[in-house]
């Protein structure tokens, strides 16, 4: 499968699973380190239909490269962004219910920390449930160049996160490789229903 298949399935599935319903929800994955190329969804598409031809080729600047066409998703900028800052293979961008609610309950301290859970172990170098794991929280914004400008020095400032939310919106994260941000979903999202259901069960939790 090349990279706009191997894209297109995971929208499907991410679609499928509630965390990119409707047009919600972009994906990457980096092609051509240099000069930098990158596989991304198109705009406005309804991820439970994604196919290979709405993936489109983008170089560094967000430019559409041909022989592909059409108009790239909103976000390009923050998944340019997540690229250049960790060096990241691939973005995966979700609109989960419970990252939506997480976001906006607690936006006031900036983050939350998401702590021993055996399921933090899927993360990229963590070893064991005794971690601690920050989870930024950053305003949403329509303003694509704030945000992505936000995004840069939040992850220079703290290059040990996994992924990051944006409020009443969704979860960004990233990966080495698609595999692995595909994984990061899968686990982030684990977590994120975890912490939120917790939470309804114990308020002081
Ligand atoms: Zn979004």
Same mark, same amino acid.
């Given at each position: ?8 399935? $995971? ?53 559409? $490269? ?104 969704? $979860? ?34």
């Amino acid at each position: 499968m090349n990279a706009s298949e191997q894209l297109a399935e $995971l929208g499907r599935d991410f679609h499928r699973r509630g965390w990119a319903l409707g047009t919600s929800g972009n994906f990457s994955t980096v092609i051509e380190r240099d000069p930098l190329r990158i596989a991304i969804t198109a705009s406005s598409l309804d991820k439970s239909r994604l196919s290979a031809e709405h993936i489109l080729e983008i170089d560094g600047h967000g430019k559409v $490269l041909p022989p592909t066409h059409g108009t790239p998703s909103a976000e390009t900028l923050l998944h340019l962004a997540i690229v250049r800052t960790v060096g990241a293979g691939a973005v995966l961008h979700t609109h989960s219910v419970w990252s939506t609610i997480l976001s906006d309950y607690y936006i006031g301290q900036g983050g939350f920390f998401i702590e021993g859970y055996e399921m933090l172990k899927g993360l990229e170098g963590v070893r064991t449930h005794d971690h601690r794991e920050w989870l930024p929280i950053i305003e949403n914004s329509q303003d694509m160049e704030a945000l992505s400008a936000e995004t840069h020095l939040m992850l220079e400032a703290d290059s040990n996160i996994h992924g990051f939310l944006i409020r009443r919106h969704g $979860l960004y994260t990233w990966g080495k490789d698609l595999s692995e941000a595909a994984r990061h979903v899968e686990i982030l999202e684990f977590l994120l229903e975890s912490v939120g259901r917790r939470h309804m069960m114990e308020p002081q939790y």
